[in-house]
């Protein structure tokens, strides 16, 4: 049976020096917005790089550490600020960096120093990375998220009710699902009772979300998780956290 272990990041050194073949998954608190990272001993796999840019002067430092030496491989879900805030930071700080696909490698950014290219097939054959579902067919930003998961984490992005009706159907062995990254930051309008029915071996939801300017997660949202016994955790009280597999 697999074990997993919460942590949460105010003492990190033992997870940056160890160089043993385990992997972890970082929700990065940025405030309002999505940014988690899973790191094994050659990679890092950024899932979404947004949030409010005040937090990442605290972050800047334990990224280093963490990927600095690592291919770094970005993964975007739709093309929403908050989903993609970071990303001149990112080509700023990390030497090796690259795009997991090109569905989104055209932001409208400015001031970026330089175009960041599409991965080698040889840089991403190491990943437990996989796109569960992109939609073909969407009426606005949020429901164009496509949904990943690395390992047992699910990250559905911002993903809406109706698109999850969609593609809850094509996850053949959700109990292989332990961990939700909670879509649209807890909104009211993803995390429906369809997609929480079909994860019933769900452990833990995390979001990344500032309740006091933005309301999220939205109390239907929670009202939903405690419905089905899933625990919540909130990067705004607890701030970086792990997943070690």
């Given amino acids: 049976m697999p074990k997993y272990l919460f942590l949460f990041l105010l ?125 073909t067919v969407f009426s606005n930003k949020n429901e164009s998220s496509q949904v990943y998961h690395y390992k047992s984490v699910l990250i559905p992005g911002d993903s809406s009710q109706k698109q999850e009706k969609i593609w809850a159907k094509t996850i053949k062995k959700p109990e292989g699902f332990k961990f939700l990254s909670l879509g649209h930051h807890g909104s009211r309008t993803s995390s429906s009772d369809v997609l929480l029915t079909k994860l019933s071996h769900l452990k833990m939801a995390v979001v990344q979300a500032r309740k006091s300017r933005f309301n999220h997660p939205h109390k239907e949202t929670v ?5 089905y016994h899933i625990p919540l955790l909130r990067t705004e009280d607890w701030g970086n956290t792990v997943i070690l597999f």
């Fill in 223 to 227: 009202q939903r998780l405690k419905k």
């Fill in 11 to 135: 003492f990190h050194s033992a997870l940056c020096a160890n160089k043993s073949s385990f992997s972890f998954i970082v929700f990065w608190n940025v405030g309002q917005g999505q940014w988690i990272t899973a790191i094994n001993p050659d990679q890092c796999l950024h899932y979404d790089f947004g949030g409010e840019l005040k937090f990442w002067p605290k972050n800047k430092n334990l990224l280093l550490q963490l990927c600095k030496n690592k291919q770094n491989i970005l993964h975007l879900s739709h093309p929403d600020l908050d989903h993609y805030a970071l990303y001149p930071l990112l080509v700023k700080t990390l030497p090796k960096l690259c795009w997991n696909d090109i569905d989104h490698a055209a932001l409208p950014l400015k001031r970026v120093p330089k175009k960041i290219s599409l991965c080698a097939p040889e840089n991403k054959k190491l990943t437990e990375s996989k796109r569960l579902y992109k939609p």
